[in-house]
């Protein structure tokens, strides 16, 4: 793949709107910012055929800098909106932008089913393992015994696995990748974003400044350093012994797979339901 | 031409006709007594349109999917009762904020919570307007016969989409259930109003910039108009602000776009206000057991009238104030404590004497009931 030009990521940039953003220096989001410009440049959609819709937290606040149709919606509802755009003009690109939060804790249920569903809706899912927006929470990716700040004592639940659990679901498209590992990042968005059906894209992100700061992590390049140290191509991942998995995260595509497409089936509903209120005529 | 038909129509199934009747064409909901009717004949008319049709996983999700639909440009509705209402208010900021079209069908029950799920009530009155936090403006219709659940759900998709807000229409177990005859009047007799759309090419688009009219056009999502939507209190151009001098000029438009139509907002129907003496003044399924009140009292020589708001929000004032005037009394009869009396008595000021007649036992107020408080208070 050639590298996208910059001056083409920028023309995808909302410049009227009031730069500088509003994330902290150093935090992940900016790196998947620039990979979702280059992937939907990369992927040849025009700018009004795409809709970036999100959460609220940090991740939920990238949309508003693309120059895009942007919604920002409430917290955790994202896909909901994204559905309700999605069956109403089948035709627009519609990709959620969500944190963990947002999207496993009080959105889980709303992920679950647009999984289930397979509605043809990109799900970039952001995992800093915590609550970043509301500084430094647990959240449903929170390690077990990790410090929050309403965890003050560590962690005492067990962690989601966003892919795992989108998998089990019935998305489509299932894949993970961190903003070290940013020309896969560009790639896996690109696939997630061509493939019909539900599509989810777990981004690994660090937060030093809720996260990072309270278990003592280290700056932001410490916790990049840790995505590289431990990330590892799935295809190689599966290769080790059970034992020895637990200390990589496996990152790429985890799941592909053709299942049937929510706006195409209930296109045949309602030509079936056509053809009888004609019949009934 | 044909002659119009009379149908037996439920007040439920009127909804749903009232609905495809002003151009209904997307519909997301989530089963719940006594409202279930509407949704399932959605799921039947739907598809048969080729519109879109879905249950979502619940009540957020079914005003989330709509809120969605409706930024695409579609004419959305869902329907639902007390717990599912509860569930959408956050949802329902959020449209009354970016300032989305849509239409929400709460059918009251007996709560709160799971309550009486089979029994009539009125108990989300207040509910309906500041069940939302933060202050907004609200608009809530109520009817009282099967005829008026189709005509008000027109209104309510027409004022959606003209002020670009949501519209609730607040109905009750007793309304929604009722069969009764109906002329439904024939499509060229309806008049249907669509959001407006921008008149300027994308280039010059200031999306929340209005003219004299404080409503915004809005365009719909992938239309070649690229915006920003949000939640959070916006400038002129979409984008979130905290600036005071750009904050309190968004809200006074959000409340001034609704408050200069106060009037033209206030839909009641008087029976029998005439000569009255006395006025009851009621809303949904208990204006039916003041209609008979009134016309059982005025066989027994009573001069009583009826007030129906058909618009709860905003309060009616107008017509009510002057139904009060000259009054030796009035009564409010509703199936809560007090929710619209208390209204009533704060618009009174001083004029007659307000009553209330408060009941919740599960069932409806009869005309009797009535009829002994005018003759107790007499
Ligand atoms: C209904 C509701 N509850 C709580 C909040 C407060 N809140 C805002 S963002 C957030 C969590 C953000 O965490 P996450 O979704 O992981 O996103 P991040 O900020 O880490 O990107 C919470 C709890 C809210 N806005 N709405
Ligand atoms: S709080 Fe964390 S997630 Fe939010 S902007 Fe700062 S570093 Fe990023």
Redesign the interface.
């Known amino acids: 793949m050639p590298p996208v030009h910059r001056s083409v990521v920028y023309d995808w940039l909302?410049h009227?709107?009031?730069f500088p953003h509003v994330w902290c220096p150093g935090c992940g989001l900016g790196i998947l910012l620039g990979s979702l410009l280059r992937s939907l440049v990369e992927s040849g959609l025009d700018?009004?055929?795409v809709?970036l819709?999100s959460g609220i937290g940090c991740s939920g606040r990238l949309?508003?800098y693309v120059?895009?149709?942007?919604?920002?919606?409430?917290h955790g509802?994202a896909l909901?909106?994204?559905?309700?755009?999605?069956?109403?003009?089948p035709?627009?690109k519609v990709i959620t932008v969500m944190g963990d939060g947002d999207a496993t804790a009080i959105g889980g249920?709303?992920l679950i089913?647009a999984a289930r569903r397979n509605l043809d809706i990109t799900a970039i899912i952001v995992n800093n393992q915590t609550y970043g927006m509301t500084g430094g929470q647990y959240s449903p990716t929170t390690p077990l015994g990790a410090k929050a700040t309403t965890a003050p004592y560590g962690h005492r639940e067990p962690s989601f696995d966003i892919s795992a659990l989108s998998a089990t679901a019935g998305a489509s498209f299932v894949a993970r990748s961190t903003v070290y590992h940013v020309t896969q990042l560009d790639q896996l968005l690109g696939q997630a974003i061509a493939k019909p059906g539900f599509g989810v894209v777990e981004v690994l992100s660090p937060c030093h400044t809720n996260f990072g700061r309270q278990n003592r992590l280290g700056s932001q390049v410490d916790m990049m350093k840790e995505f590289k140290r431990k990330g590892m191509r799935v295809e190689r991942w599966r290769e080790l012994p059970e034992g020895k998995r637990a200390e990589s995260i496996p990152l790429g595509v985890l799941v592909d797979r053709d299942l049937p497409v929510f706006g195409q089936s209930?296109d045949r509903?309602?030509d079936?339901?056509?053809r009888?209120?004609e019949a009934g005529k | 031409m044909a002659k119009p038909r009379a149908q037996l129509l439920q007040g439920n199934e009127a909804i749903a006709l009232g609905a495809l009747a002003a151009g209904c064409n997307?519909f997301?909901g989530y089963p719940i007594t006594p409202a279930s009717e509407i949704t399932e004949r959605m799921s039947?008319e739907m598809?048969?349109?080729?519109y879109?049709f879905?249950q979502?996983?619940?009540e957020?999700?079914?005003?989330?999917?709509?809120?969605?639909?409706?930024?695409?440009?579609?004419k959305?509705m869902t329907a639902t009762s007390g717990p599912g209402f509860s569930l959408m208010q956050?949802?329902l900021g959020?449209a009354c904020i970016a300032e989305v079209p849509l239409v929400v069908v709460n059918v009251m029950r007996g709560g709160p919570s799971t309550g009486l799920p089979t029994n009539v009530a009125q108990g989300d009155v207040q509910q309906a307007r500041w069940g939302t936090h933060g202050d907004h403006p609200a608009i809530v219709l109520c009817p009282a016969t099967v005829a008026q659940c189709y005509e008000l759900t027109i209104t309510a998709f027409n004022w959606a989409e003209r002020f670009r807000t949501p519209v609730v229409l607040l109905s009750d177990e007793v309304v929604a259930h009722m069969r009764e005859k109906v002329v439904l009047p024939e499509p060229h007799e309806i008049e249907v109003i669509d959001r407006r759309q921008p008149t300027v090419p994308p280039d010059w688009y200031v999306p929340y910039k209005t003219d004299g009219s404080l409503i915004p056009q809005l365009a719909n999502?992938?239309?070649?108009y690229?915006?920003?939507?949000?939640?959070?209190v916006h400038d002129e151009?979409g984008?979130?602000t905290r600036r005071a001098d750009e904050v309190e000029p968004f809200y006074n438009r959000l409340f001034g776009k609704i408050s200069r139509h106060f009037a033209d907002l206030e839909r009641v129907k008087a029976y029998q206000l005439d000569d009255a003496e006395m006025v009851i003044i009621a809303y949904g399924c208990t204006a039916r057991a003041a209609a008979a009140a009134v016309r059982i009292g005025r066989e027994r020589g009573l001069k009583v009238g009826m007030l129906q708001l058909m618009s709860i929000w905003p309060f009616p004032r107008r017509p009510v104030e002057e139904a009060l005037t000259g009054k030796r009394l009035a009564l409010v009869p509703e199936l809560n404590m007090g929710q619209i009396s208390r209204e009533v008595k704060r618009v009174n000021d001083g004029r007659t004497q307000v009553l209330r007649h408060g009941k919740m036992d599960g069932s409806m107020i009869t005309p009797d009931e009535i009829l002994g408080r005018l003759r107790e208070a007499k």
């Open positions: 909302r009227d709107k009031k700018k009004n055929q809709v819709v949309p508003v120059d895009v149709n942007s919604v920002h919606t409430t509802r909901t909106f994204a559905t309700g755009i999605k069956l109403a003009k035709e627009l249920n709303h089913h209930y509903i309602c079936a339901a056509s009888r209120g | 997307f997301a039947r598809p048969a349109r080729g879109p879905i979502m996983e619940d957020i999700a079914s005003i989330g999917c709509c809120i969605g639909g409706s930024l695409a440009g579609k959305v956050e949802n959020y999502l992938g239309e070649g690229r915006y920003h939507v949000t939640g959070l151009r984008f979130p």
